[in-house]
C-alpha cells in the first residue's frame, strides 16, 4: 500500500476459510486474498470480526498471517486484527504482525468487561504499545459497540493521540452510526477513519475519510474500489447506491455466513460455506432468498474467478 | 469436594493476583486459594469473571491451575473456567482440567458474537465435548449475559441434557434474574444450578439449589458457608440478610477491584489492588466509602488471616 495516495481504499476483512472438520484451511485463505487484492483491495484487515477471528487461537493467527506472506502477498498491505481479550495474547500478535513489517494493526478493545472506563481503555492500548515498543508500528482502533460491548469514545481517542500520535494511526468505525463517523473525521485531521459499512463510504470520502473496511467486500470489493476511484465522478452518487442496495440486501443474513455462501456460489465449492461455532451456515432457505434477492440487484462479481 | 453430599456449596471465583508490573502473582493466588479453603469454600471456580480470566493467556491459566495442585490443593475441589471465543482454546483448557482431575470445568458459551442461535451455541459446546472425549468431563454452563452478551436459554439446555446428561452437570446462573434461576432449578431435577450472587442463595436452597458462585465470596465465603450449614434453622432468614446487605455494599463498586481492595485491607497490603486493564484499581474516595459501609455493617472476615 502506497503511503502516498490518499483517501487509501478498500481493506477487506478477509473471511478465514474451514475445512469440514472446522480446523483452517489455510491454502484457500491464501488464495481468497490473492484475489481480493487482484479485484481492486487496496489491502487486507485479516482477523475481523467477518473473519472470525475470534475463533481463532493466537497460534492459528500467527501461522495464517505467516502463511500469507510466504505466500507472497506483501506485508505491507496487511492490517491484521491484535486485540484480545488478553493483555498478553495482544501484546504477542501487535509484536508479531509489527515484526512481519505489517503496515498496521486494527485492535479491538478487551471486550469482556462491560462498563469499563476510558482510564481502563486507555491503559489497554498503552500497554501494548510499552512491550511492542517497535517505531514501526501503526494502531487502527476497532470502534464495533454492537460486539463488542464496549468502545472508543471522542475524549479518548483524543487522549490516545496526545500521548501516541503517529503510533494510533486510525480507526475503523462499525458503530453503524454515521454522526459519530463524521464527528471522528472532522474532530482529528489526519487521523484515518474507515467507515465499517460502505454505505457510508461517499458520505466519507467526501469529508475526508480513508475508504472503508466492511464485511461484504469480501464479495464486493471492485465496486467498492470503483467508487473510490471516481468518488469526484457525476457517476458517484449512482454508484454508493448501487452498492448501498447490495449491502443490504446481504446484511439481511448474519454477514459471516451469508459472504461465505456468496463465495460457495462464485467458486461453485460448498466447502466455502463451513463456519466455526457459534455461527451456523446459512439454511438452504437463506441461501435461496440471498441469491435471489442479489440476482434481482443484478449483482455480479466484477472481475475474474480464479480456478481453484 | 464430596459428590455425597448436597448442597455443595460455596465455589469461590477466586480473584487472580497480579504484581505492579500486571505479571501473575502465582504465590499470592495459592495463598490465597488455600485461604478460601480454610474459610470455608467448598470449591474453586478458578477463572472466572472476577477471576480476570479473560486478561489471562491460555498458558498462563494452564500454568495458574497446576500451581494451584503442585502447592497441595486437591484437584476435586477445582472448576476452572475454560469457555473461550475461541474453540480450540475452549478444548485446550477443558482438556487440560479434566485430566489434572478438576470435578468440572465453568463453560461461558463464546462471547464476541451477539444475536448467536441456540444451534451455534449448542455447536458450541458439543464440539467441545467431542475432541476432550474423557469421560471424567463434567461441564457447568456459565451463564452471564450482562457480560458476555449471549446466554444459554432453557430450550438449550434441555437439548444439551438431551444429549450429554451426566456430562453437562450444572449451571452458574449469573443472570441476576430470580425468576431465571428458580426456572432452572425446577425445571431440571439434579441438574446443580448455583446463582451467582449470594443475594439467591437462600431461596435458592430451599428449592434445591447447589450453592452458590459469587465474586463476593472472595471476602466473605465464610458466612455464605454458614448459611449453606444452617440453611434450615431459624436464623436463616436473619443470616440471609446480614450477607445481601454486605453483597449490596460492595457491588456498588466495580466488583473485581472492590474485592481487590478488601483483601489489600485484610492482609494491609497494597500489592493486592493490581488489575490488568481493562480493569483499574478503585479509587482512594472508592476505598474509603467502600470500606466505610462494610464498618457500618460491622463487616469484618470470620475466620483467621494468614500472615504472608
Same mark, same amino acid.
Not at 487496496?42 to 506472506?69: C, D, H, Q, W, Y
Not at 486507555?122 to 512491550?131: G, K, L, Q, R
Not at 490516545?160 to 494510533?168: A, C, N, Q, W
Given at each position: 500500500?502506497?503511503?502516498?495516495?490518499?483517501?487509501?481504499?478498500?481493506? $477487506?476483512?478477509?473471511?478465514?476459510?474451514?475445512?469440514?472438520?472446522?480446523?483452517?484451511?489455510? #491454502?484457500?485463505?491464501?488464495?481468497?486474498?490473492?484475489? =481480493?487484492?487482484?479485484?481492486?483491495?487496496?489491502?487486507?484487515?485479516?482477523?475481523?470480526?467477518?473473519?472470525? @477471528?475470534?475463533?481463532?487461537?493466537?497460534? #492459528? &493467527?500467527?501461522? =495464517? =498471517? +505467516?502463511?500469507? %506472506?510466504?505466500?507472497?502477498?506483501?506485508?505491507?498491505?496487511?492490517?491484521?486484527?491484535?486485540?484480545?481479550?488478553?493483555?498478553?495474547?495482544?501484546?504477542?500478535?501487535?509484536?508479531?504482525?509489527?515484526?512481519?513489517?505489517?503496515?498496521? $494493526?486494527?485492535?479491538?478493545?478487551?471486550?469482556?468487561?462491560?462498563?469499563?472506563? !476510558?482510564?481502563?481503555?486507555? @491503559?489497554? *492500548?498503552?500497554?501494548?504499545? #510499552?512491550?511492542?515498543?517497535? +517505531?514501526?508500528?501503526? %494502531?487502527?482502533?476497532?470502534?464495533?459497540?454492537?460486539?463488542?460491548?464496549?468502545?472508543?469514545? =471522542?475524549?479518548?481517542?483524543? &487522549?490516545?493521540?496526545?500521548?501516541? &500520535?503517529? %503510533?494510533?494511526?486510525? %480507526?475503523?468505525?462499525?458503530?453503524? !452510526?454515521?454522526?459519530?463517523?463524521?464527528?471522528?473525521?472532522?474532530?482529528?485531521?489526519?487521523?484515518?477513519?474507515?467507515?465499517?459499512? +460502505?454505505?457510508?463510504?461517499?458520505? @466519507?470520502?467526501?469529508?475526508?475519510?480513508?475508504?472503508? *473496511?466492511?464485511?461484504?467486500?469480501?464479495?464486493?470489493?471492485?465496486?467498492?474500489?470503483?467508487?473510490?476511484?471516481?468518488?469526484?465522478?457525476?457517476?458517484?452518487?449512482g454508484m454508493?447506491r448501487a452498492l448501498?442496495a447490495?449491502?443490504?440486501?446481504?446484511?439481511?443474513?448474519?454477514?459471516?455466513?451469508?459472504?461465505?455462501? *456468496?463465495?460457495?456460489?462464485?467458486? !461453485?465449492?460448498?466447502?466455502?460455506?463451513? $463456519?466455526?461455532?457459534?455461527?451456523?451456515?446459512?439454511?438452504?432457505? @437463506?441461501?435461496?432468498? /440471498?441469491?435471489?434477492? /442479489?440476482?434481482?440487484?443484478?449483482?455480479?462479481?466484477?472481475?475474474?474467478?480464479?480456478?481453484?
Amino acid at each position: 500500500m502506497s503511503l502516498d495516495t490518499y483517501p487509501r481504499g478498500v481493506l $477487506v476483512p478477509a473471511v478465514t476459510p474451514f475445512h469440514a472438520d472446522l480446523s483452517v484451511d489455510a #491454502e484457500r485463505f491464501v488464495d481468497h486474498c490473492r484475489w =481480493l487484492l487482484a479485484e481492486g483491495a487496496k489491502g487486507l484487515a485479516v482477523f475481523g470480526t467477518t473473519s472470525e @477471528a475470534n475463533a481463532l487461537s493466537i497460534a #492459528e &493467527r500467527m501461522e =495464517l =498471517l +505467516e502463511r500469507l %506472506i510466504d505466500g507472497g502477498i506483501a506485508a505491507d498491505v496487511l492490517q491484521p486484527g491484535t486485540g484480545c481479550c488478553a493483555l498478553p495474547d495482544t501484546v504477542a500478535l501487535t509484536k508479531h504482525a509489527t515484526q512481519k513489517g505489517c503496515f498496521g $494493526v486494527l485492535m479491538l478493545p478487551p471486550f469482556y468487561y462491560k462498563g469499563v472506563s !476510558d482510564d481502563g481503555l486507555y @491503559a489497554s *492500548i498503552t500497554e501494548v504499545i #510499552e512491550p511492542v515498543a517497535d +517505531e514501526r508500528l501503526r %494502531i487502527y482502533l476497532y470502534h464495533i459497540p454492537p460486539m463488542a460491548g464496549v468502545g472508543f469514545s =471522542l475524549p479518548l481517542i483524543e &487522549r490516545l493521540l496526545k500521548s501516541h &500520535r503517529g %503510533i494510533v494511526a486510525g %480507526i475503523k468505525d462499525s458503530s453503524g !452510526d454515521w454522526k459519530y463517523t463524521q464527528a471522528l473525521i472532522e474532530a482529528f485531521p489526519g487521523f484515518e477513519v474507515f467507515p465499517g459499512s +460502505e454505505t457510508y463510504l461517499l458520505d @466519507a470520502l467526501r469529508l475526508g475519510g480513508a475508504g472503508c *473496511i466492511s464485511a461484504t467486500a469480501n464479495v464486493n470489493v471492485a465496486a467498492m474500489d470503483a467508487l473510490i476511484r471516481g468518488y469526484k465522478s457525476p457517476h458517484a452518487d449512482g454508484m454508493q447506491r448501487a452498492l448501498s442496495a447490495i449491502r443490504a440486501a446481504i446484511q439481511k443474513f448474519p454477514l459471516v455466513p451469508a459472504n461465505k455462501a *456468496i463465495l460457495a456460489r462464485i467458486h !461453485d465449492d460448498d466447502g466455502w460455506n463451513v $463456519v466455526r461455532p457459534p455461527l451456523v451456515p446459512l439454511s438452504p432457505d @437463506a441461501k435461496n432468498a /440471498l441469491f435471489a434477492s /442479489l440476482d434481482a440487484l443484478g449483482f455480479r462479481v466484477a472481475q475474474t474467478v480464479p480456478a481453484r
